[in-house]
């Protein structure tokens, strides 16, 4: 079988990790368009945070026999590919990870602002969003402002097509507030296209963007919210520390590792054959005593304050059953009732 056509149309999803042999048929996939409890059965795949794998490297699921519990083939793609096929319908396929991610963020961001930049001149204020996507997060970033200062916000991402929703969406956030009679000419961006992933080693030093300086680009502020999961954690941190002023603070936000060893990004689509085929990029389960000890070996440290009746440390967060009913979390999500999910931690720099 080939490998699917990227330009097909497909349903975006989070997907289970129990793959079986097509002759195993135990286990239901887990997907976001469907509300069936994962069950015990199938096989796991190994755990990718231990795995010598490498992006693009594995080879076709026709190839290894790999389906998922309801026998559809899974195609193991570079996670850039996966992202541009996917940035089209990213923000509107349900993800219950992003929407607990919202929730948080909704008292963490502001706290994190207020903490970073109290006692700064700096004049304009500049934040990085590294792993933007699609600017969820960053045009949360130019709504927020800081007072009366310049602020520039910066988004780093791999994919492109993630990049080109971006700018739009943020163009957009900027026209509508000149249209309300908003003064928008202390905001401004800029969206860089880089992987900082090794393209051979995954574990490797990160490569930086040409020309980078940290004397002028690092900055005292970065949020990085759902990206962790398609990094190794040394590389992922060391990004973070570059990226960083010497004692700038740092938001992260990540899947669970509870939910990462049974549920991994990923969508469906049809391929060129007319087969309905599962599509993955490369996916880590990290846990969050690793992720800070990772953290601390780069030089970074947890910060444990209460900024403002909002408390930064690090925080674990399960799917309640009323974020359901009051639709903050989509009827998707009932099946994670009562598991953790999410994660985030507030690091600063110190060496």
Not at 155 to 172: E, F, I, T
Not at 238 to 257: C, D, E, F, S
């Amino acid at each position: 079988m080939t490998q699917p056509s990227l330009n097909s149309t497909f349903d975006a999803s989070l997907v289970d990790l129990r793959e079986t042999n097509p002759a195993d048929n135990t286990g239901d996939s887990f997907s976001t368009a469907s509300s069936t409890v994962p069950s015990d059965g199938g096989n796991q795949l190994p755990n990718l945070a231990q795995a010598e794998y490498r992006p693009g490297a594995a080879p076709a699921s026709s190839t290894l026999g790999v389906t998922n519990a309801r026998g559809m083939p899974v195609h193991y793609v570079p996670t850039v590919t996966a992202y541009d096929a996917w940035s089209s319908v990213y923000d509107g396929d349900g993800n219950i990870l992003q929407a607990v991610d919202d929730i948080e963020l909704a008292t963490l961001l502001p706290a994190f602002l207020s903490l970073a930049f109290q006692d700064s001149q700096e004049t304009p204020i500049r934040i990085v969003d590294f792993g933007c996507g699609t600017g969820r997060n960053t045009v949360k970033l130019l709504s927020q402002g800081i007072g009366s200062r310049q602020l520039h916000v910066r988004g780093y991402d791999a994919s492109k097509g993630m990049l080109d929703v971006a700018r739009q969406k943020l163009a957009l956030r900027l026209e509508e507030a000149r249209a309300h009679g908003g003064s928008t000419d202390q905001l401004s961006f800029d969206l860089v296209q880089h992987d900082f992933l090794d393209p051979v080693d995954p574990f490797a030093a990160p490569v930086l963007p040409p020309g980078f300086d940290t004397t002028t680009e690092a900055v005292s502020a970065v949020i990085s919210t759902l990206v962790l999961e398609h990094l190794p954690l040394r590389p992922y941190f060391a990004v973070i520390r570059t990226l960083l002023k010497p004692n700038g603070l740092a938001l992260v936000t990540n899947m669970h590792r509870d939910m990462g060893l049974v549920s991994q990004a990923g969508f469906e689509r049809v391929d060129e054959n007319g087969v309905t085929v599962k599509v993955r990029g490369c996916s880590w389960a990290h846990g969050v005593q690793e992720t800070v000890e990772a953290a601390r070996e780069e030089g970074l440290e947890v910060v444990d304050v209460d900024e403002g009746g909002v408390k930064l440390s690090v925080r674990e967060r399960t799917v309640e059953n009323d974020m359901i009913e009051k639709g903050l979390v989509s009827e998707r999500g009932r099946k994670w009732i009562g598991k953790h999910v999410w994660y985030g931690v507030v690091l600063r720099r110190v060496r």
